[in-house]
């Protein structure tokens, strides 16, 4: 994968932000034919607000395979919501929100849900808990339905640890 990120901030907070990226190796079942260009743009408008837009195009044949545009609103530090509308190729348009929320300065909690416009469906909603000790340690479970989708209808219950600054 070849990057470019480039970000334009001032003294305390992050005001646009380009990330552009290209994949020359694949390891999935995608035709070889398929080059696809990432970007994203990400404008904050405000310390409280930010817009972004998001797009995968085939550079082969010019195909816009994936857009979405959002917006994001935090509230202080400790909550954020995120409403998304992405649009698919081969596959449907989509409704998300994302809402994030701080419980202690070391739990954090979110739900995703994503609405199916086409079908007029919840395709997929999600709860996740993280817990972050302070030697750089995360502590994750989740829970996500399926259903509707390319893959088959299900339910996950995960459970993970990462590791930072190792």
């Excluded at 989509?94 to 202690?104: A, G, H, V």
């Excluded at 209808?153 to 640890?161: H, P, R």
Aim: overall charge neutral; cysteine-free.
């Amino acid at each position: 994968r070849l990057g470019w990120e480039n970000t334009l901030s001032t003294y305390n907070r992050q005001l646009l932000r380009a990330d552009f990226y290209y994949d020359y190796w694949k390891q999935t079942n995608t035709t070889p034919e398929q080059m696809p260009l990432f970007s994203k743009l990400e404008w904050s408008i405000a310390p409280w607000v930010s817009l972004a837009i998001k797009s995968n195009i085939d550079t082969r044949s010019g195909e816009n395979l994936m857009r979405s545009a959002s917006l994001s609103l935090l509230d202080g530090r400790f909550s954020k919501a995120t409403i998304a509308y992405r649009s698919f190729l081969d596959w449907n348009d989509f409704l998300t929100i994302k809402l994030e929320t701080l419980l202690t300065e070391q739990l954090k909690v979110s739900g995703t849900a994503w609405y199916d416009a086409d079908k007029s469906d919840l395709t997929l909603w999600s709860v996740n808990l993280s817990y972050f000790k302070p030697s750089n340690i995360g502590y994750f479970f989740e829970i996500f339905e399926r259903s509707g989708t390319r893959k088959e209808n299900e339910t996950n219950l995960s459970f993970g640890l990462n590791l930072f600054s190792f």
